[in-house]
């Protein structure tokens, strides 16, 4: 039952962050692009000011999966680094703490274009 509950508040936070990206959508006239920065953005400050930490406890993946969690990743890398390496932290931590990830999109990406077969839109 614990495993569900956990189930359960991962996918309604997903959910509730995916939800404010379609209500962004679909009432202004922001890109996709600058809704990902928004989020982004959204996701490092939040971590800053202490707000995001709490709900990837209470959430897990539901928070850390979405484009703010890798704000938050960035944000979180930085704060660490900086805490242990001085200024020189602020620029290598979130790099560091994100470094996995962006190797996996990378190659999953590259083999995504090898095995794909990319048409034309006309």
């Known amino acids: 039952m614990e495993l569900f509950m956990q189930y359960l508040k991962c996918f309604v936070v997903g959910g509730g962050i995916c939800v404010i990206g379609q209500i962004l959508l679909d009432r202004t006239k922001l890109t996709n692009g600058k809704i990902m920065v928004l989020f982004l953005l959204s996701g490092a400050v939040l971590q800053a000011i202490g707000v995001y930490q709490p709900i990837v406890d209470f959430a897990g993946a539901g ?5 703010s969690g890798f704000g938050y ?5 930085a704060i660490e680094e900086v805490k242990s390496e001085g200024l020189i932290g602020a620029f290598t931590g979130g790099i560091r703490n994100t470094a996995s990830g962006i190797t996996v999109a990378i190659v999953f990406g590259y083999l995504a274009a090898l095995l794909g077969n990319p048409k034309s839109k006309t």
């Open 63 to 67: 928070a850390t999966v979405p484009i």
């Open 73 to 77: 990743s960035l944000a979180k890398g």
